[in-house]
């Protein structure tokens, strides 16, 4: 078995859930690595829109998007993940991405926070359709926290069992805090 980075781990079971056609939602831009991602899975046919709060992020992802040569399936929007359900209506996404913690790169004091990432979790979980997926990574540690990873676990306990598939995973034997991924599936 190889040995996954947390992006690469999620992004496995990213390349298993989207199909040509779908809408998908990355919620925190970053660098566009999971939106260039979205893009190439769902084709021609398909859409992916991708939120981030800074330029920077915007930038850069559309030079990689421009640099894949993807369709242009997707749009960029220099808003907060917690809008989200002002773009997308109940029950239409396959795919919701999320990266907690802070554009790598970028200003480590601008940060993903508890409060507007649950606020767009609750969003992302009426935004999914049957059968979707949300995929999370939780970087938590040094520059970030901890006050973040610990509300979105809290809040990924609450999930009701009977409408959503929660499977956390973590790298067990690896020192300093390393990130946490968690899939949720909407039943």
């Known amino acids: 078995m190889k040995n996954y980075q947390i992006t690469q ?4 079971f990213i390349r298993q859930q989207v ?5 998908c939602i990355d919620a925190t831009m970053g660098n ?3 939106t ?9 046919s398909g859409k992916v829109l991708a939120f981030d ?17 993807v369709p242009e399936n997707y749009r960029l929007l220099l808003e907060s993940h917690a809008n989200m359900a002002e773009y997308a209506t109940p029950d239409s996404v396959s795919c919701i991405v999320f990266n907690f913690g802070y554009l790598p790169g970028g200003d ?10 649950i606020q767009a979790l609750t969003q992302a979980l009426t935004l999914l359709k049957k059968g979707g ?16 990873r610990d509300q979105i676990l809290d809040w990924l306990k609450n999930l009701d069992p009977h409408q959503y598939l929660v499977i956390k995973s973590e790298y067990y034997n690896r020192p300093n805090n390393p990130p946490i991924p968690v ?5």
């Open 133 to 148: 997926m949300i995929s999370l990574c939780i970087y938590s540690g040094g520059d970030s926290g901890f006050e973040e």
């Open 36 to 44: 260039l991602l979205l893009s190439q899975l769902c084709g021609e």
């Open 183 to 187: 899939l949720i599936i909407k039943n």
């Open 19 to 23: 199909q040509e056609g779908d809408f």
């Open 53 to 69: 709060i800074q330029e920077q992020a915007l930038t850069a992802t559309q030079k990689r998007l421009n640099a894949g040569h």
């Open 108 to 117: 480590h004091s601008l940060a993903t926070r508890g409060k507007t990432s």
């Open 32 to 34: 566009g690595n999971d």
């Open 9 to 12: 781990w999620c992004a496995a």
